[in-house]
């Protein structure tokens, strides 16, 4: 059963277009194409990706945010109570107002200070700013260096002026060994992305950031297979122009540095709404739904990358809209939080401190709100 569902999978008429098969993609004649096989190199390169983060941001992004003057706010501790502290691990972080009133009389304070509690509470949750910090500086080291390196691999070639020539001799293109690197490198870091997801600061669109690391990896993984390696290198270059300037003005913004990230963030949303909203769909999913059709009839691998092209499209949208959300925020002055700020974040200082009963203690110290300029890619 099992050998005969990976023959199905394997099968070539999913894969590749009609008369074709894989022994037309075997190496022979000088010709080297994309196999299968060589995506298990990004897994290791996944870990070490982990690795590299983690000297990264121990000894270079910590002492940088220190040198911006990134500093983390000091946040106001909640009381020790056990009850409450139960019912937040076990239950909710957000009780309702029924179970205010239970939290009440089980913990013997009044139902404004659980209230209280369980902010302080999501408070101490939430991410440092250093922490922060660290991951906007590694994510703008990588797509800054990706970003020159998929130009240097690129420019030269004749897709990049002219898409017609993605699908010259398509499938029959001899892969380069820049190719190789440009690809392997990418999917090692998307699945060590993916690999890292539970622990980084979780925003309001962490939903759509797992569906769009899972469908990035996937498409990448086919688009090897399938040998559309042309068209995939433009994929991944579009991705990466708009995203350090993104984490650049994150950096900024952690630092306090406004007037700096307010403008690279107009920048990231000029340059976004150009690569992903106009170039993406116009230029490049035009070239993957219209050309091939002129050599070939359609096939399931054709209709699936274009399904996957679309998935991530979509995800440009929605981003575009938040994107946009802010930037009209930001014209009219009303900018006081991102769209896509942390969860929880939105939680407000205390006002009018009332004493906590004797039974807990309350460090000195205020909460701030942080205003986060940011989307993601």
């Not at 963030?265 to 000029?270: E, Q």
Request: overall charge neutral; charged content about 20%.
């Amino acid at each position: 059963m099992l050998q005969a569902a990976y023959d199905y999978f394997w099968w070539h008429r999913l894969w590749l277009p009609e008369n074709l098969t894989w022994a037309d993609l075997e190496d022979k004649d000088d010709f080297v194409y994309a196999k299968a096989s060589d995506l298990y190199i990004s897994i290791p390169l996944a870990f070490l990706f982990l690795v590299l983060r983690y000297i990264f941001e121990i000894h270079v992004a910590t002492p940088l945010a220190k040198v911006l003057g990134v500093k983390d706010k000091v946040k106001l501790r909640a009381a020790h109570s056990p009850v409450l502290e139960t019912f937040y691990k076990s239950c909710s972080k957000h009780p309702k107002q029924s179970d205010l009133e239970n939290l009440s009389r089980a913990s013997k304070f009044t139902v404004r200070q659980v209230e209280r509690w369980f902010r302080r509470r999501r408070n101490q949750d939430r991410p440092s700013l250093q922490k922060k910090f660290r991951e906007a500086s590694w994510r703008f080291i990588f797509y800054l260096v990706a970003f020159i390196a998929g130009m240097a691999v690129l420019v030269d070639k004749p897709w990049f002026h002219d898409l017609r020539y993605v699908w010259t001799d398509f499938p029959k293109q001899s892969m380069l060994p820049s190719q190789y690197w440009y690809y392997m490198i990418e999917l090692g870091f998307y699945w060590s992305l993916l690999f890292r997801v539970a622990f980084d600061v979780k925003r309001k669109d962490f939903q759509e950031q797992i569906i769009h690391h899972v469908a990035t990896i996937v498409l990448i993984s086919f688009s090897w297979c399938a040998n559309y390696i042309r068209v995939g290198t433009l994929v991944l270059a579009i991705h990466d122009a708009s995203d350090f300037f993104l984490e650049s003005a994150k950096m900024f913004n952690y630092a306090g540095w406004k007037e700096t990230c307010n403008n690279l963030f107009v920048v990231f949303a000029f340059v976004f709404i150009i690569t992903r909203i106009i170039i993406f769909p116009f230029w490049i999913i035009h070239c993957t739904w219209v050309y091939p059709v002129q050599s070939y009839p359609p096939f399931f691998g054709y209709y699936f990358f274009n399904f996957m092209l679309w998935v991530l499209q979509c995800l440009h949208i929605f981003w575009a809209y938040l994107i946009l959300g802010m930037a009209h925020k930001f014209l009219t002055g009303k900018l006081e939080e991102d769209a896509r700020s942390d969860k929880d974040e939105t939680d407000i200082p205390d006002e009018d401190e009332e004493e906590l009963p004797k039974n807990g203690t309350v460090s000195n110290g205020h909460s701030m709100q942080n205003n986060n300029h940011h989307k993601a890619d």
